[in-house]
């Protein structure tokens, strides 16, 4: 008999998807594919191709870390992998990524070049001559201490604020910038920079048409406001500025005929991250100043910002595919929408997404291959215009699962409502005994994102577990408008608190089969803020909490955090603690550890560099030096070699020891209060 209900193994079943870009013809489309090897502990990466000519989708490499694949021509493509080579374990302290070509044609992929640095994105030029490259470079190691190295690592040295980043480790000495790689050697020469200033990060580069240009992203990585430009190079490395408005760059394409660029921005460094990223289009003459704006929105044109698994990145799409046809999507209301532009018009068709996750997505005259993921769906390939999926990734797991998820608006003040959604099995939905269920109050990280409709394994697994959860996206959260995004702007923990409890009570007032006295609150990074908030600021309102890579002391977080002071305006509204610091100490969470008395988890990663594990340790000790007791008022449990990623992309057990973790201590205090 078939099992009725998933299990925390499930989630090392399925798959996940990046990274998709369609060959020049439009005869084929590479995708990373992201596994899970629970023997291995480790996740892995494969490309897979798709053939226009019988809609198959099927592994290419083997992995086991392959990824960033783009076409050199319509039948070689080129990719970083790693764990290919044996000379890998000798690379000593710097990272290297080694860039390889396989051909459709046959054969192996051939190792072309092994650089010194990390490479982000690549670009190939159009005609395939030249990779442009997002790299950021690493010293060569001198012979003579190729070995001590290997015992005694060299120290880091911070050359700029920006000298760390989660899941990276140390940066380069040297931000990256945009390098150009030739590609018609047999073996490729080392890349050689084509800007390379060291107060900025350079991303995203676009060619022009004729290969004469390059336009690119870059930011001010010193600044504390998000001061993102949008500029144009040739091939000597002549840089102007285009008349884009500086602030957060969500995405830049250029038009096919080279005299456009349309790129995702609002002009606000400041708020910027809090507020919708509209699209709009202007010359790639330097000299005209021609902004316009095309795409109104209340969410962001461009990215994928929707919390799901199986969309392996939150990265974007965008392609100006035709003189009348832009594809992009566009996150807003808790889904991702794929969509095509006119750009003389600004006029929108909503093309796939309207329920769930369209992305990753890419585009070749009328052929237009995306992801779709949904609550009860776990990620497949599409091709717009086909009803049935493209690819089997997940087949075998996806009847497992069972969520009617409910989704309605909560009016929190009188000019403000904030969407809920609800994941509860069917007949956790169907009974109508009162008070008879317990219910977990799930808080996204942050905040700048949003939940929705897109596929998440956890909730699904804790409403099976007999834990209905509910997710919400409060004041802070994207894709609801200017007033909702920038709803805390400078005053975390106020008005977004406030939504979360009346959220709360207006479920409880909803569905009558919630037990008001076995309400949990559970979030993750500033999630995991709100929980410490929730517990230390409104004590007794939830029987219990779990806060996870969690912001407890905004002082010593703005310090040791790779976002530094990044986030400050955000917070507290001014640029520096020392601006205020006693403001800095009034909305940390620790600075009222000692009116807690609900039993709280807390749940850390020893290598987390966005919320390092300071944070955790100082709630940790807060609790116990005020009297809690351990693993029964209070439990930390830090994960070893993990980063801010672990829940999403930890090792396969330390992700089931989590799951086990939160589900155990709910069950714990799942009963009344003494």
């Given at each position: 008999m078939a099992r009725k209900s998933i299990r925390i193994d499930d989630l090392f079943k399925l798959k996940g998807m990046a990274d998709l870009r369609m060959s020049p013809d439009g005869q084929h489309a590479v995708a990373v594919v992201q596994s899970v090897n629970v023997e291995e502990q480790r996740n892995e990466t494969a490309l897979w191709l798709w053939r226009a000519e019988d809609d198959s989708f099927e592994q290419l490499t083997k992995g086991p870390a392959d990824s960033s694949a783009v076409w050199l021509?319509?039948?070689?493509?080129?990719?970083?992998?790693?764990?290919?080579?044996?000379?890998?374990?000798?690379?000593?302290?710097?990272?290297?990524?080694?860039?390889?070509?396989?051909?459709?044609?046959?054969?192996?992929?051939?190792?072309?070049?092994?650089?010194?640095?990390?490479?982000?994105?690549?670009?190939?030029?159009?005609?395939?001559?030249?990779?442009?490259?997002?790299?950021?470079?690493?010293?060569?190691?001198?012979?003579?201490?190729?070995?001590?190295?290997?015992?005694?690592?060299?120290?880091?040295?911070?050359?700029?604020?920006?000298?760390?980043?989660?899941?990276?480790?140390?940066?380069?000495?040297?931000?990256?910038?945009?390098?150009?790689?030739?590609?018609?050697?047999?073996?490729?020469?080392?890349?050689?920079?084509?800007?390379?200033?060291p107060l900025y990060w350079d991303s995203g580069p676009q060619w022009l048409p004729d290969g004469k240009k390059i336009v690119f992203s870059r930011m001010d990585a010193a600044s504390v406001n998000i001061e993102g430009h949008v500029m144009i190079a040739d091939m000597k490395g002549k840089i102007q500025e285009l008349d884009v408005p500086v602030g957060p760059i969500g995405g830049v394409v250029v038009s096919p005929d080279g005299k456009h660029v349309a790129a995702a921005a609002n002009g606000d460094p400041q708020d910027g991250h809090s507020k919708p990223v509209p699209l709009g289009i202007c010359s790639t003459d330097p000299k005209k100043k021609d902004w316009k704006l095309i795409v109104e929105t209340d969410g962001q044109v461009t990215r994928q910002v929707v919390l799901c698994d199986g969309c392996v990145s939150m990265s974007g799409f965008m392609k100006w595919e035709s003189e009348d046809a832009i594809y992009t999507v566009h996150s807003v209301h808790g889904h991702c929408e794929l969509l095509r532009v006119q750009p003389s018009t600004g006029e929108t068709e909503v093309l796939a997404g309207k329920y769930g996750i369209a992305f990753p997505a890419d585009c070749v005259g009328d052929t237009l291959l995306h992801g779709i993921t949904a609550p009860d769906s776990p990620i497949e390939l599409h091709r717009l215009g086909l009803k049935k999926p493209l690819s089997k990734l997940n087949s075998k797991t996806r009847k497992l699962y069972d969520i009617d998820l409910k989704r309605w608006w909560v009016k929190t003040d009188p000019d403000m409502h904030v969407e809920a959604f609800l994941w509860a099995t069917s007949k956790q939905l169907k009974t109508r005994k009162s008070a008879s269920l317990p219910l977990i109050v799930y808080v996204h990280g942050g905040p700048s994102v949003q939940t929705g409709d897109g596929f998440i394994h956890e909730y699904t697994w804790l409403a099976h577990e007999g834990y209905p959860v509910v997710t919400l996206n409060p004041r802070g959260s994207t894709g609801y408008g200017v007033a909702h995004g920038t709803g805390i702007s400078g005053n975390w923990g106020d008005r977004d608190v406030h939504d979360v409890l009346t959220v709360t009570r207006a479920t409880l007032r909803k569905y009558r089969q919630f037990d008001r006295k076995r309400v949990f609150i559970v979030g993750g990074s500033y999630g995991g803020y709100m929980a410490n908030m929730m517990v230390t600021r409104h004590p007794g309102v939830y029987r219990g909490a779990v806060s996870q890579r969690c912001v407890s002391n905004i002082i010593s977080m703005s310090g040791t955090s790779d976002f530094s002071n990044a986030l400050l305006p955000q917070i507290i509204g001014v640029s520096s603690i020392w601006d205020d610091p006693q403001r800095s100490w009034d909305l940390s969470p620790i600075s009222k550890i000692r009116d807690v008395r609900d039993p709280i988890l807390i749940i850390h990663a020893d290598r987390d560099l966005r919320c390092p594990i300071g944070q955790g340790e100082e709630m940790f000790h807060g609790l116990v030096d005020a009297g809690r007791k351990i693993n029964e008022e209070v439990r930390f449990v830090v994960f070893k070699g993990?980063?801010?990623?672990?829940?999403?992309?930890?090792?396969?057990?330390?992700?089931?020891?989590?799951?086990?973790?939160?589900?155990?201590?709910?069950?714990?205090?799942?009963?009344?209060?003494?």
């Open positions: 021509d319509n039948q070689t493509i080129v990719f970083a992998a790693g764990n290919r080579e044996e000379d890998e374990k000798k690379d000593g302290p710097y990272q290297k990524t080694r860039l390889f070509t396989m051909s459709l044609r046959g054969g192996e992929p051939l190792l072309r070049a092994t650089l010194d640095g990390i490479v982000f994105e690549m670009e190939p030029s159009p005609d395939g001559s030249t990779l442009a490259l997002t790299f950021g470079a690493m010293p060569a190691v001198p012979k003579n201490k190729q070995e001590l190295w290997k015992k005694v690592p060299p120290p880091m040295v911070a050359n700029h604020v920006r000298f760390k980043l989660n899941g990276l480790g140390d940066l380069p000495p040297r931000l990256p910038s945009i390098y150009l790689l030739k590609t018609k050697r047999e073996q490729w020469s080392k890349p050689k920079p084509l800007i390379d200033d993990e980063t801010h990623e672990l829940s999403r992309g930890g090792r396969p057990e330390n992700r089931r020891v989590r799951l086990e973790e939160i589900l155990g201590w709910v069950k714990k205090h799942d009963k009344p209060r003494k």
